[in-house]
DNA sequence: GTATTTCTGTTGCAAAAGCAACAATTTTTC
DNA sequence: GAAAAATTGTTGCTTTTGCAACAGAAATAC
């Protein structure tokens, strides 16, 4: 993410500040958090990866994000609107924060520095999570395979300012993230190989164009 | 809107008690406002209907979200992370707050009881956004035109309690909201009626299923 | 109150996407 | 380092969706 205030700082101050943070460490594979019940849960990534997904009752499942170090997230972001099951999965090893806080929108009794920052910065936290959710928003509302998988490279090519970069997980999750089936997704991305608009090797893509 | 503080007041607050305050009136199709430059709008629709539409480079209109009296926006809650454009368009005569801000992040120098319901409200604001930026990845991320429309459907429904209830707009509207075409929403449409599944008279929709 | 525009509804055909199944490769596990 | 599991890559076939075009209904403009 990022922000104007310095999130390294706001994370030791969450750290050493306050006392009702754990601090968690997850195996591959385990689930650090659901949004189902209200737990009041706000968490920080310290290291790792980790998806939050979305199982449908058709059994497809949606990558509605995905979190690096120092992404943050839990229900405070993610008011319930329908009775999916929404999960935190760690992708890899993972250091979380967790604060549960009785009501992050009011300030701490015991003003606590963490408070204090979290105050201050929250509606900014929060409405970078607005920028990425509209850039999902952007992806999804694409009318063709060709239009997301392209689409989703120009972010991860503007965001690493290079026209070559890897992908932040498998091809297998690349189209639950964008919502589409593995197999036409794959099918598309020879043909753009074929048209020589893309180049890839590994995980790793290289815009041709232009 | 859902929110925990009474948005009447808040309107009234900002309506009195802050000077740089403008109440504009829009026509029917009238843009009222652009995500393109940063102007540091923050916007109440007071009264009448407004879509904040994307148009993309092959000429798809996108409705990404629609306004009703006492929604918020404005570019405030929308960091542009592409080049398309994003418009405001009233759907009927409109009335708007304006305020332009300095800087909405920090307390206001004036210290008028605007800025502080503001601030003091601003995170729950923002995340009423998020609430519905979150719908609105749900719906698009289902499969089919069919899930798509009662997906849209049960959200309309339990929103007003009743397994009738209005669109809020055109059919056609409704396809550029979804994000499919026009015709194979309306073929989709005719089969979940000939199916029993919906029933459709105007406007009205009436969920036929449990 | 007539003309014009927009919206609804429909259809045939073409293109895109999904599904299922399987082999080859890579990664993980023990 | 062998076995198991996951991922990648491919293809034939089916289903869904998009496109284009048009007619009738409804709403809007003058």
Redesign the pocket.
Known sequence: MNLSFNIDNFIKDFENNCNKVQKKFFA??EIITTYIEKRNQFCILKSGNADLVRYDL?G?KTIVEHFSANDIFGEVFYTITTNNELLVEAKSKCEVLIYIYDDIHYKCKNNCKFHHTLSENLPELILSKVTQLNMRIELLAK??????LLGYFNILSSRNLTKTFS?P???????DYL????????????YL?EEGIVK?S??KITLLYK
Chains 1, 2 share one sequence.
């Open positions: 591959k594979n058709n497809n009318r063709s395979i060709r239009d997301k992908l997980f498998s091809l297998t999750d690349l189209a919502s589409v089936d593995r197999s036409a997704m794959m099918r598309e991305l020879k190989k890839k590994g995980n």
